[in-house]
Nanobody, 118 residues
Framework: VQLQASGGGLVQPGGSLRLSCVASGSISRFDAIGWYRQAPGKNRELVASITSAGSTNYADSVKGRFTISRDNAKRTVLLQMNSLKPEDTAVYLC?????????????WGQGTLVTVSS
């Protein structure tokens, strides 16, 4: 099963974007699916993750602004991003792994670029 991230773009500070992670096959057997991001010159970090049971984990920097959701029937994990800040600028990627994001199970895809700028 491959995961494809999409939905990035250019948005002004304070704006919103919704990212989609669509799987080529069933995701119900994957325990956790997460959104990660990598900004230029920085390490990749977990943004948010969700288990098949609906448990979630968020980075402190996005709590209250981002919401992750999962629809196993549609093979999709969404990341709703509100109140975006310039420091949210990064390539956003999705992957299966542990809820805390320390382990991922698949090779990284290309991701989708989010640019927050006026």
């Amino acid at each position: 099963v491959q995961l494809q991230a999409s939905g990035g773009g250019l948005v002004q500070p304070g704006g919103s974007l919704r990212l989609s992670c669509v799987a080529s096959g069933s995701i119900s057997r994957f325990d956790a699916i997460g959104w990660y991001r990598q900004a230029p010159g920085k390490n990749r970090e977990l943004v948010a993750s969700i288990t098949s049971a609906g448990s979630t984990n968020y980075a402190d920097s996005v709590k209250g602004r981002f919401t992750i959701s999962r629809d196993n029937a549609k093979r999709t994990v969404l990341l709703q991003m509100n109140s975006l800040k310039p420091e949210d600028t990064a390539v956003y990627l999705c992957n299966t792994g542990t809820l805390d994001g320390t382990i991922v199970y698949k090779p990284w895809g290309q991701g989708t670029l989010v640019t927050v700028s006026s």
